[in-house]
Structure formats: C-alpha cells, structure tokens
C-alpha cells in the first residue's frame, strides 16, 4: 500500500469526467488551469486521457447513461488513481437525487468496480476554486498517511 | 387530481396582430382561448396539424419555438408555441392527440425545428408522430425500456424507475 | 479514392465540458453527414419540478447549465408572474437586468477563450478567462455566489444591492472594458483567423429560420431576433442598447456578435447602475392562480422558453424547459457539412451548445468495424494545425 501510494507523490495529473452535471463543477474545475488559481504551478494538469490521470475528477449526479461510462473510465484510469467527487452531484446527486434518470451515485457506481477505490468528496454547489485546490491538498495528505 | 384548465368554447375576440394570425388559420381553429397583445391560445382540429403548420411556417417573422407536451384525461395535449419577430408574439397552438391511439401528424418534415422535439415527446410521453423523418430515441438512456414514459401522471419518479443498467464487463486479462 | 469514414466526436474531452456525440462521416477530408447522439446529461428536470413548490422550482432550474443560471429561473418565474397577472416592482427589474448582463460577459468571454484554445490561440484562452474573473466578482458581489445566484423570486429579487455594491458592479464592468475592446480588435483584424473563421460552417438565413435557431446563432446568420427587443422583460426597454446582427452566417459572424455583445453588456449594465430606481424589491405573491404561462428571456446562447400550467394548487402541474442548444444543436448539421474535418472544432463550437441546457449527452463511441476515428481532443489537434499552416502560408 504504501509503496503504490509513494508513486502520488510528485505532480497529479487530473482527468477531468463529467457525468451529468450542470456545468457549474466542471467550469470551476477548469478555471484552476486559469491564470488567477494557477494549478500548473503545482505541477497539476488537465490529460486528455485517463491512462494518464493520477485523479479522476468527477463532476456530476452520475445519469443512468452516463454510469457504465464511468465504470469504464475508472477501470481504464492508470492506478494508484484517486477520484474526486467534486460538487454536491457528485457526492450524493444533490439536488437530481429523486430523478428518474439517475443512476447510482458516483461513489457507488465506483465501488461497484472497485470496493477498494480512494475518494474525496468536496461538497459545494459548485465548490470554490479554493476548495477544490484545499481538497487536493488534503487527499495528497490523507494518501501519504495510508 | 385536476385538471389544470378546461379549454373554454367561448370564443375570445379576435383582435390586433395575434388577432389577425389566428383569423388567417380559418376554421382549423376550434376554440380561443386567449388573444391579447403579445400572446395567443387557440385550440385546433387535430386532423389538420400539418396544415395550420405549413401556414404558420409561411407568415413573415414566424418560427417554432419548442413544443409542450402534456398527459391529460383525454390523451396527450399537445402544445406548439410559435414565436413572431419583430411583433414579440407568442401564439401557441394546443392540439389533443386523443386515447387510444396517442397519435399526430408529424410537422417535422415541414419544419425541422420540431424534429427533436417530437422525438423527445415521444420518448418522455409516449406520443405518435405519424411520418416522423427520424423517430429514434432522443434523450432516454439506452438501457430506458420501451413504453415506460416518465413524464405521464401515473409514473413515480422515485418508485417506478426502471432497473440500473448493470456493470459493463470486465475488459479481457493483458488489455487495458 | 473516397471512401466513408466515421469520426466519433465524443463522449468525454479535456475542453469540452459535457459529454456530447456527433457522429460524423467523412469522405476524404470533407464531413458529408453529421448524426447527434444525446442522453448523458438528462436529469428529469420537467419532471422533478412537478414535486417541487412553486417557490423551490427556480433552485432546481438554475442548475440546469451552470453558465445560464441566471437566464432559467427568470424565464419561469416570469411564466409564473404571466399566470399571476403580477409584475415585479422597477427596481427589482433593473437588479434582475444587471445580473443577467453579468452572465452574458462572463458566458461570452468564456466561449472566447474554448474558442481560441479550439484554434491554438492559447493564450486567448488564458486571457479570456482572466478577464473574466473579475465578472465572477461582480457576480459574487451582486448575489452572493459566482455560480448559482438564486437571485430571482416570484414578483421580484431575493436580495436588494446597497450603493456601494452597485458602484463596485458598474467599476468592474467598466474596467472590462479595455480588455475586451482589444480581444475584439485582435480578432477581427487577425488576417489568420480571417482565413480560419470566415465562410467557414455557413448556417444560411434560410437553415436558421427553419431550425429554429437562436441567440448568436441565428443574429450571425442575419436573424435580426432578440427577446430582450421583441418581448421585452426586466427593464430592458427601459435603457439605450443595440442588437448585433450579421449578415454573413459564417463561424467569423457569431464571434464578432458575441464580442460585440459583451460590449452591450457592459453598456447595459453602466446604464442600470445609473438609472435605477428606489422602492420595492418583491411584489409578495401568496397565491398562483390555475392558468399558463410562458416566460421567455434572452439567455447567452438565445431564447430561453419555459411554460408553467398551474391548478391553483402549491405545485406546477406542468413546468416545460427549452434552453436554446436544443434549437441550436441541430443547426450543426446544416453548418458542417460539406467542409473540412479541420473546421470540425470551430464550427461545433460556433454553435456554442450549452449541453446541459439541453439536457443532453452523448453515449458510446461504437465503433463499426475497420473505421478509423478521431476522438475530439484529436479534431481540436486538427484544427490548431490548420491554423499553423494558414500562419505560415499567410
């Protein structure tokens, strides 16, 4: 375990999935790259596949379509990979909760795959850009414990 | 459960530039309901939809702006909301496509911009739209089962959703 | 030698926020027929709102796009005020106008910079964006969030502003200004992308009318159509502004509307701060009598449609969304066919679709067998490489 969580310590790469959302998440989550938040300084950014992503940063109350999706883009995510359920959505469908169209929320459906995958979840509608920067920070923390 | 509005046979007057445009529709109009200075009700024979369409496509400055579909006692109503520039008018067209058969006239071909939105009527509703250029499912999830329509009045949006789509499965062993 | 390709655009993209699925065929380099796949994003709103109060609806409707959260809840609550015979004091009328001003540059600029990330301008993209953080501000100052304003409420606003925070508002705004001025000035004397963005994804003025087409969308392709103008709401008639129209229909049309319209905004917006009224902020409606409505307003990407049916009770017994990609999107059709797959990036985003509006997404990439595909962060490859060739030609 700790070996496997060794290799996160350096620049996260972040593969950013969107699983049903309004836009808000993911609008934030791209003005980190943006000159005012600067995640690149920290050595962070956006991939454009998941093979390459240390984190999967998940925005979205995860739909009944978008569900296998997921699956799928976990299982192709090279591990040790963390997801970060970013936005009220994402944590626990939010305010879509009782819709007919969704699917398991987003921890579950990860579980689903892998009963043993590392989440965060970072609450907000949307989460400030400091959160989100706050909550990377402490799962890298939270990690380098295990 | 109520019903919202009964349509009323009481003809409202036909006046002003809404006025005019439900007069040139002629007697597919079956009831006014409503006709001021920016918006218009008007209920017509559902057996001459793609006509009162074709008309409305003509007029200067008209274009469709989306259409609303409803579960009501006797069918579904459909609602087609035609928008006029520069007037700023909203005339909507209501017509019913009754029990049993559910089923309309399909405008689309005439006008593409009902195209999608008769698809999604017909996904969400279960409405037919006979002669549809393209009558595929539209925004329900593949694994959505046939005939089960979210939006009617008898299905519960939290106990009657249908099974989950399962887990996709497992790529072979050595591919990624 | 011509034979048929898929190119699968789709479903998730580093720059592309929602996951969306055009299925193109290509012949050679040129797309012959566009297919759009949607799903992903269908979250029940109309739906979900039947068992919600009147009053809790406009929380769930400003999350259906999270760059029109200011357009939604105002268009239902104005189908609402139309069922109601009430009309929101002046005050509350000029708020709501700023506020939705406020969207409009921060969408606009937002577009600008996907759009320059699209054509390999990434500086444009990095300093778009920055420009519009301080419009984020002024938001934040306005209503308390930079997303998610929750600042509209059946017969007024929620909240009043103080002097100070109108001021701060108007300063913001004007100090955008410059910066925008100049990215218009960039664009529309850039001789390269004069090559890359004009007659390029011609939407005719016939196509638009016949799809529906709306906001930049159809003004681009000479529609002279604006709710803001033709049905006016909040105090839009109530202060001096223009609409922008072009003639020529290509993806260079769209973009000059749309800069030139977060010129208006801010326009708009100096306007409001000045001109506003004192009194009254909430109408206070206790009752929605049975009846229907419908509440239209003039969201970033065009007309945003919501109608209401009431029965008198506390729930809407029917509550209808129409975001303006669902007009818009199909119009990608028409626009792409027939040009090349490098213009495909562009063109798509030309269209500016608000997926989540839409409530749309894409499904899977299905591959048929022995065709090759693009993924969509490969198009965008595509297309910034156009544009290194057309510098290096120009």
């Known amino acids: ?146 | 459960m109520s019903q919202a509005v009964t349509p009323s046979r009481a003809q409202v007057p036909l006046v002003g530039f809404v006025g005019q445009a439900l007069a040139e529709l002629g007697d597919a109009v079956v009831a006014v309901e409503r006709c001021d200075e920016r918006r218009g009700v008007a209920r017509i024979d559902a057996e001459r939809t793609l006509e009162v369409a074709k008309k409305l496509l003509a007029m200067d400055g008209s274009r469709l702006a989306t259409a609303t579909g409803i579960d009501v006692r006797d069918g579904i109503d459909v609602l087609y909301h035609w928008c006029f520039e520069p007037q700023g008018v909203v005339i909507t067209i209501k017509v019913l496509a009754a029990r049993p058969s559910l089923t309309l006239e399909s405008i689309a071909t005439h006008v593409p911009a009902a195209n999608w939105i008769e698809r999604e009527m017909h996904d969400l509703l279960g409405a037919n739209f006979r002669n549809h250029p393209d009558m595929r499912r539209l925004i329900l999830d593949d694994s959505w089962p046939e005939g089960v329509y979210p939006l009617r009045k008898d299905f519960d949006q939290v106990a009657d959703r249908p099974p989950l789509p399962p887990v996709p499965p497992a790529p072979e062993e050595g591919v990624s | ?394």
């Open chain 3, 1 to 394: 030698m011509t034979h048929k390709t898929m190119l699968n655009i789709g479903p998730f993209h580093p720059l592309q926020e929602e996951a969306e699925f055009f299925q193109l065929s290509i012949e050679g380099e040129r797309v012959v027929d566009v297919d759009v796949r949607t799903s992903y994003n269908h979250r029940g709103i109309e739906k979900l709102d039947e068992s919600k109060t009147f009053d809790q609806v406009p929380f769930v409707v400003e999350r259906v796009c999270g760059i029109c959260s200011a357009s939604h809840p105002l268009a239902y609550i104005q189908a609402v005020e139309d069922i109601a015979h009430v009309q929101a004091p002046p005050r509350a009328l000029y708020l709501r106008t700023i506020v939705n001003e406020l969207e409009r540059m921060h969408s606009h600029l937002l577009w600008a910079g996907l759009a320059g990330h699209f054509l390999g301008y990434n500086t444009v993209f990095m300093w778009a964006w920055k420009c519009r953080e301080p419009v984020l501000d002024a938001l934040e100052i306005a209503t308390g969030s930079r997303v998610n304003y929750a600042n509209c409420k059946i017969g007024g606003v929620r909240r009043d502003m103080t002097d100070e925070q109108l001021q701060e508002i108007a300063r913001i705004a004007g100090e955008a200004k410059g910066p925008v001025e100049m990215l218009i000035g960039a664009v529309l004397d850039d001789p390269v992308l004069h090559a890359r963005l004009k007659n390029v994804g011609v939407l005719s003025k016939k196509d638009a009318k016949a799809y529906g087409a709306l906001g930049p969308t159809a003004r681009g392709s000479g529609l002279p159509i604006d709710v803001r103008r033709d049905d006016p709401y909040a105090a839009y008639d109530r202060l001096d502004w223009n609409v922008i129209v072009a003639e020529e229909g290509d993806v260079f049309a769209k973009t000059k509307v749309r800069l030139l319209e977060t010129v208006e905004a801010i326009k708009i917006i100096r306007q409001a701060v000045r001109d506003i009224p004192g009194g009254q902020i909430d109408a206070k409606v206790e009752h929605i009598p049975p009846g229907e409505g419908i509440g239209r307003v003039e969201a970033p990407r065009g007309e945003t449609f919501h109608y209401v049916r009431s029965d008198g009770s506390n729930y809407p017994v029917r509550h209808k969304v129409r975001a303006p990609s669902f007009n818009n999107i199909p119009t990608f059709k028409a626009s792409c066919i027939g040009y090349e797959v490098a213009d495909v990036a562009i063109t798509l985003a030309s269209v500016d679709p608000c997926y989540s509006c839409t409530e749309r997404m894409c499904t899977a990439v299905d591959a048929e067998s022995g065709r090759e595909m693009y993924n969509f962060s490969q198009l965008v490859k595509l297309s910034q490489q156009k544009t290194e060739r057309v510098r290096r030609q120009a």
């Open chain 1, 1 to 146: 375990m700790a070996l496997k969580n060794w290799a996160l310590r350096k620049s996260l790469w972040v593969y950013h999935v969107n699983t049903g959302a309004c836009n808000n998440c993911d609008i934030e989550v791209l003005d980190l790259l943006t000159p005012r938040y600067d995640i690149e300084r920290f050595g962070m950014i956006l991939v454009g596949s998941p093979r390459h992503a240390d984190v999967l940063a998940v925005t979205g109350s995860c739909t009944r379509q978008a569900q296998p999706r997921l699956q799928e883009v976990y299982r192709q995510t090279a591990k040790p990979c963390v997801v970060m359920a970013i936005g009220s959505c994402a944590n626990a469908q939010g305010i879509f909760a009782e819709s007919y169209h969704m699917g398991s929320p987003v921890d579950e459906t990860i579980r689903a795959v892998d009963p043993d995958a590392i989440i965060a979840y970072v609450p907000g509608c949307p989460p400030k850009p400091e959160a989100m920067i706050a909550a990377v920070v402490k799962a890298w923390d939270v990690i380098n414990t295990l």
